[in-house]
């Protein structure tokens, strides 16, 4: 997916800004946050195959650190060494990153391979690549179905979607920031709605596809996508956000049909700080 154009979007602040009201006040709240100098945010991913927590630390257009359970895939490149159930990261954009390991700090690239012999001795943990994708779902239900129990992207969709896949996990090694997800929310909504603290909205088929496929997901291609969304605002800046989506998605000539929710909470903001290595900056840049 090509990056968000950030100029349309700093128009789109301008704009904002020099007619207030309830809906730009918003607008503005939501895009205070990049304006700022580091947060910190965690947030609850829900898909098909489980919930887990992300806790991230960003030192904005900078280093971020994050904290994530395991993915399959890394689980076959780290080995026996990485039997605990998260790893911490330290990102220079959204995918160039360092894992900390017992030797010290690596690329995705520096990591060992397993044996054949390791892979069999993993059993279910070692997921397929696929599972480091969105969350499939087969017989959906919720705000994107029909009273008949169709889903409505489904109805709109060409071909036939793969009923019979497995579980597709939302894990990644990369990282979405707060951020960056608030601007796509903000600038892409089919309706928002402002009552006091609270808003709340519907985000538009190119919105949603945006949160559902992002940067390291190169061989993943949103087709529909659909999604709904709450914003919490506290002294001018959003502070806690929940997404709703389900949509479709084409990974390897096949069409899934995919759902997922997060929860994200932001704090530190100003406040946040976090050491970078030596080591990681060599690797990284910076």
Same mark, same amino acid.
């Given at each position: 997916?090509?990056?968000?154009?950030?100029?349309?979007?700093?128009?789109?602040?301008?704009?904002?800004?020099?007619?207030?009201?309830?809906?730009?006040?918003?607008?503005?709240?939501?895009m205070n946050l990049a304006e700022?100098?580091?947060?910190?945010?965690?947030a609850t991913i829900s898909d098909?195959?489980?919930?887990?927590?992300?806790?991230?630390?960003?030192?904005?257009?900078?280093?971020?650190?994050?904290?994530?359970?395991?993915?399959?895939?890394?689980?076959?490149?780290?080995?026996?060494?990485?039997?605990?159930?998260?790893?911490?990261?330290?990102?220079?954009?959204?995918?160039?990153?360092?894992?900390?390991?017992?030797?010290?700090?690596k690329t995705a690239d520096e990591?060992?391979?397993?044996?054949?012999?390791?892979?069999?001795?993993?059993?279910?943990?070692?997921?397929?690549?696929?599972?480091?994708?969105?969350?499939?779902?087969?017989?959906?239900?919720?705000?994107?179905?029909?009273?008949?129990?169709?889903?409505?992207?489904?109805?709109?969709?060409?071909?036939?979607?793969?009923?019979?896949?497995?579980?597709?996990?939302?894990?990644?090694?990369?990282?979405?920031?707060?951020?960056?997800?608030?601007?796509?929310?903000?600038?892409?909504?089919?309706?928002?709605?402002?009552? &006091?603290?609270?808003?709340? &909205?519907?985000?538009?088929?190119?919105?949603?596809?945006?949160?559902?496929?992002?940067?390291?997901?190169?061989?993943? +291609?949103?087709?529909?996508?659909?999604?709904?969304?709450?914003?919490?605002?506290?002294?001018?800046?959003?502070?806690?956000?929940?997404? +709703?989506?389900?949509?479709?998605?084409?990974?390897?000539?096949?069409?899934?049909?995919?759902?997922?929710?997060?929860?994200?909470?932001?704090?530190?903001?100003?406040?946040?700080?976090? +050491?970078?290595?030596?080591?990681?900056?060599?690797?990284?840049?910076?």
């Amino acid at each position: 997916m090509p990056p968000l154009p950030y100029p349309w979007l700093a128009a789109l602040l301008l704009t904002s800004a020099a007619v207030a009201g309830p809906v730009d006040d918003a607008i503005l709240a939501a895009m205070n946050l990049a304006e700022k100098p580091n947060y910190s945010w965690r947030a609850t991913i829900s898909d098909d195959l489980q919930t887990y927590d992300l806790h991230g630390q960003t030192r904005v257009g900078e280093f971020t650190r994050v904290t994530m359970p395991l993915a399959g895939d890394l689980r076959r490149q780290f080995g026996r060494r990485l039997r605990e159930h998260e790893l911490t990261m330290i990102f220079r954009g959204n995918v160039r990153c360092a894992i900390a390991t017992e030797e010290g700090w690596k690329t995705a690239d520096e990591l060992p391979a397993l044996t054949d012999h390791e892979i069999a001795e993993l059993g279910t943990f070692a997921i397929p690549q696929i599972a480091l994708g969105m969350g499939i779902r087969r017989g959906m239900s919720g705000f994107g179905h029909t009273p008949g129990g169709r889903s409505k992207l489904r109805a709109g969709t060409r071909g036939g979607l793969n009923e019979d896949s497995p579980g597709y996990s939302s894990l990644r090694l990369a990282v979405s920031h707060p951020h960056e997800e608030l601007a796509i929310i903000v600038s892409s909504y089919a309706d928002l709605r402002v009552n &006091g603290n609270l808003v709340t &909205g519907r985000l538009t088929d190119l919105g949603a596809q945006l949160l559902l496929v992002r940067e390291g997901q190169a061989d993943v +291609e949103p087709v529909a996508a659909t999604g709904s969304f709450q914003l919490w605002i506290h002294d001018g800046m959003v502070t806690k956000y929940h997404v +709703e989506m389900e949509g479709v998605l084409s990974v390897e000539h096949e069409l899934l049909e995919v759902r997922q929710s997060m929860t994200t909470v932001v704090n530190g903001v100003g406040t946040t700080k976090f +050491e970078v290595p030596a080591e990681v900056r060599q690797k990284l840049g910076g």
